[in-house]
């Protein structure tokens, strides 16, 4: 949602608003949030879908190695997904995530 308001101000300096109106917006494609970046223990993805969907992912490391997998059912609209990566150690990884209507791959930087 986007909400917006107008301020008038008139030629003496007072001014007034308009109601708020809440304009909702419209997402087509599938999109990955991930988040916070870099990560200490706590690794979230929100992922939006335009439609019912069977994700893979896999966390990789900087050297190519495949650390951990899994697999997800998204409904349409929007997932939230966490995952513990606590115990990895500091350095860049890569989530590769790989749908039916989204590829992706996002660079995570573990402190």
Known sequence: MVYYRLKQ?????SYTY???VALPIEQKAASVILYPNPVLNELNLRIYSPVKDKLQWQLIDNGGRMIRQGNYELSAGNTAISQNIGQL?????????NGTSLQKVVKVIKQ
């Open 9 to 13: 101000t008139d030629i003496g300096g």
């Open 18 to 20: 308009s109601q708020t």
């Open 89 to 97: 150690g500091a350095g860049v990884y890569f989530m590769r995530i």
